[in-house]
């Protein structure tokens, strides 16, 4: 079966850094996908990886192993309006996106 | 601005009546939309896939009698539920993506409470 794995939730600081992993499993492999999700919002697009590498936006970060079906997201100088869910979700085969449960990510001052 | 828009945002409904949401594609055509569901710090479930002037296709366990799937134009899907229960209570989402490895543009959301 297909599947994706992320941690439940996270706790940081503000003003610090947090990487938040996501591993997967799927029939084919068609890019990778973080989305932000604050609650009871439609989820808002952060990156997309397709190749393996570092992709770089602002405070916000994501890289891929496609080889360890591995992939990180990397918040820096982490904000109060950070406090959302993060969602991994991977484009198989079908180009249908398989999506992780979500992180939770809480952000203390 | 956005992309896809969905409406109503929020809707409250008796038990056994239905309800219509609408998932309008702002920017461009779309041959196919998507349908999720998401209960409480639950993951997106994709429920069915909207394609244009042909049935849905639904994904297992979802009742395609129950929850009527319509999109009759390249801008518009309405997802129907009908005979609503408490159950049903939940985020519905749309989405549309434009091309095959570009992300996926979501609606606002629609937030069913069935009392």
């Known amino acids: 079966g297909q599947n994706i794995d992320q941690p439940t939730e996270m706790t940081a600081t503000e003003g610090a850094i947090v990487q938040i992993n996501c591993t997967y499993q799927t029939s084919g492999f068609n890019g990778l996908f973080w989305y932000q999700q604050h609650a009871g919002e439609a989820p808002t697009f952060l990156s997309y990886?397709?190749l393996d590498g570092l992709e770089e936006k602002g405070r916000f970060s994501s890289f891929l192993s496609r080889s360890k079906g591995y992939s990180y997201l990397l918040l820096k100088e982490l904000q109060m309006k950070d406090s959302a869910s993060y969602l991994c979700a991977v484009k198989d085969s079908n180009y249908q996106l398989i999506w992780g449960a979500g992180t939770k990510l809480i952000i203390k001052p | 601005g956005a992309v896809v828009s969905q409406h109503p945002s929020w809707v409250i409904c008796k038990s056994g009546t239905s309800v219509k949401i609408e998932c309008r594609s702002l920017?461009?055509?779309?041959?196919?939309m998507f349908w999720y569901r998401q209960f409480p710090k639950q993951s997106l479930m994709l429920m069915a896939t909207?394609?244009?002037?042909?049935?849905?296709?639904?994904e297992q366990g979802v009742e395609k009698d129950k929850f009527l799937i319509n999109h009759a134009s390249l801008t518009l899907s309405t997802l129907t539920v009908t005979s609503a229960h408490p159950e049903d209570s939940s985020f519905y989402i749309c989405?549309?993506?434009?091309?095959?490895?570009?992300?996926?543009?979501f609606g606002q959301g629609t937030r069913l409470t069935v009392v």
């Open positions: 989405s549309v993506t434009q091309g095959m490895n570009t992300e996926a543009f």
């Open positions: 909207s394609n244009e002037g042909s049935k849905a296709t639904y």
């Open positions: 990886n397709v």
């Open positions: 920017d461009f055509q779309a041959t196919t």
